[in-house]
């Protein structure tokens, strides 16, 4: 039986580290983007969109549109923070992403399989960014081993 060496453990981490922040950030700017489509089409022509009687979290469609507008485009612009690695970005991009699963959750009679795919693609985000601990270096690929700047 042969041990790990403790470097190559920490090197693997650091990867995998890396490689679930890039993850949040991609899936972020995605689901951020999609937001803000979202956003624009119930702005522009709300007559896409199914229109339910007596629902609880009724608003006018305009009125989800910029919700969605908005948090779609704090949501893109929180992913090139996590780009870089930045930690208020990892907090802002649960936060974001937890407000974009209510925002989903509230506006799911209105368009149901997009708002399913939004949650889901938040629960993702959330979990990306959440499961990187904070001991854990980011790992940067275009850092070369040796060579401080």
Known sequence: MTATHPAHAHATRQAWAGGLMTFGAVMLMIAGLL????????????????????YVFQFDLTGWGWIHLILGAVGVLV??????????????????????????????????????VM???????????????????????FERPGHDI
Not at 35 to 54: C, E, H, Q, Y
Not at 125 to 136: P, Q, T
């Open 35 to 54: 937001d803000v489509f979202r956003g624009i089409m119930a702005i522009a022509s709300d007559d896409i969109f199914v229109n339910t009687r007596n």
């Open 119 to 141: 949650i889901a693609m938040s629960g993702f985000i959330i979990w990306a960014l959440c499961v990187v601990r904070r001991d854990d270096e980011i790992f940067d690929p």
């Open 79 to 116: 992913s090139f923070g996590l780009f870089q690695a930045m930690t208020w970005a990892r907090v802002a991009g649960v936060g974001i992403a937890a407000l974009i699963i209510i925002a989903n959750f509230l506006s799911l009679p209105y368009y149901p399989v997009w708002s399913v």
